[in-house]
């Protein structure tokens, strides 16, 4: 396991009161220009996931897919326009959903504080929020002063975003570029405990792996056999399945039990089990508490990323256009 400190990052476990600095990023950013800031966000989150369990998992992909473009810069918010075609409207972001419910929420908080927090931190404190609701307390803490960002490419999210098709080589260049380890791309995959895939991003392990119209050797023959029952062809590109089978709006450490009975529903996930190394920390990962003490750690590191702070970029008024 590696250290509780990690470099540029320093880390307020549960209820340990502290300042706690990453880079410019800091805890407690808006305590005086809007101390009211983090509850606003906390509250409307909440109201919001009590209304539909899918926000957790639809706010956790959010904010990752954020950060893993041009950082958590808010970027992933933006609407394309007549000129420009933005991350949202990648193939990779076609599936996020819940980009209305931060708009609400950052509305919200501009009614109380106007012009002060960026979108980039509204979504990485909701996602946060939201993946916490059901456990009433805060699961990882949220370093807040990002700023929002005024370029959104899809291409740009084409380049840098993780495919599901992508193997163990191929996952740990894409984090290494964010500055993130093996450590950090197992912990991360475990946020797949809750949320859905779409058929067309696995139904090759069902019908076409090789390109022989083949089967995943590596796919649990039973667990095959009931996504079979649900994506009916390779075409399938609207019908969605749980991509933890036994518990997929349960945030917990199950998929790490998936990944070992050979039920990662991606490439991505069953990727990595095939990896010595990997195949350890998925080991370790198996206990409850060493889960959840990782994934506190590695959320901290993650929403760290190519942050915008001080005089960089802007405060966005609304999150889906530049000002």
């Known amino acids: 396991m590696r250290k509780q400190a990690l470099i540029l990052v320093c880390i307020v476990v549960f209820g340990v009161a502290g300042s706690c ?42 904010h990752f897919h954020d ?4 950082g958590c810069d808010g970027s992933v918010l933006l609407n394309s326009t007549t000129n420009n075609t933005a ?50 307390k805060a699961l990882w803490n949220v370093l807040t002063g990002r700023r929002d960002g005024t370029v959104s490419q899809a291409s740009e999210a084409l380049a840098n975003l993780p495919s599901p098709f ?39 392990r069902l019908y076409n792996f090789t390109g022989n119209g083949d089967q995943d050797p590596s796919l649990n023959a039973t667990y095959a056999t009931f996504l079979k029952t649900q994506c009916k062809s390779l075409s399938d590109n609207t019908t969605f399945v749980a991509m933890d089978p036994s518990s997929g709006l349960t945030f917990d450490n199950n998929y790490y039990v998936t990944l070992k009975q050979n039920k990662g529903l991606f490439q991505s996930d069953a990727a990595l089990i095939t990896n010595e190394i990997s195949r350890i920390i998925v080991d370790e990962l198996l206990v409850s508490e060493v ?5 506190a750690l590695s959320m901290v590191k993650m929403g760290a990323i190519g942050v915008l702070t001080g005089n960089e970029g802007e405060i966005r008024k609304k999150c889906s256009v530049v000002n």
């Open 67 to 70: 950060c893993f473009v041009r």
């Open 291 to 295: 889960f959840f003490r990782e994934f």
């Open 166 to 204: 992508s193997n163990f080589s191929t996952l740990v260049q894409k984090f290494a570029n964010k500055g993130l380890n093996v450590q950090d791309l197992v912990v991360l995959s475990g946020g797949h405990t809750i949320g859905v895939g779409h058929c067309n991003t696995f139904s090759n």
């Open 87 to 136: 991350e949202k409207d990648a193939i990779p972001n076609l599936t996020l959903a819940g980009f209305d419910v931060i708009d609400d929420i950052k509305a919200e908080v501009e009614k109380e504080c106007p012009n002060v927090v960026s979108c980039a931190d509204v979504l990485a404190l909701a996602a946060r929020d939201a993946v916490s609701f059901k456990f009433q």
């Open 21 to 62: 600095h990453g880079g410019s990023l800091k805890k407690g950013y808006y305590d005086n220009t809007c101390p009211d800031a983090e509850a606003i966000i906390k509250n409307a989150t909440e109201k919001r996931v009590a209304n539909d369990p899918t926000l957790p998992a639809r706010f956790l992909r959010m």
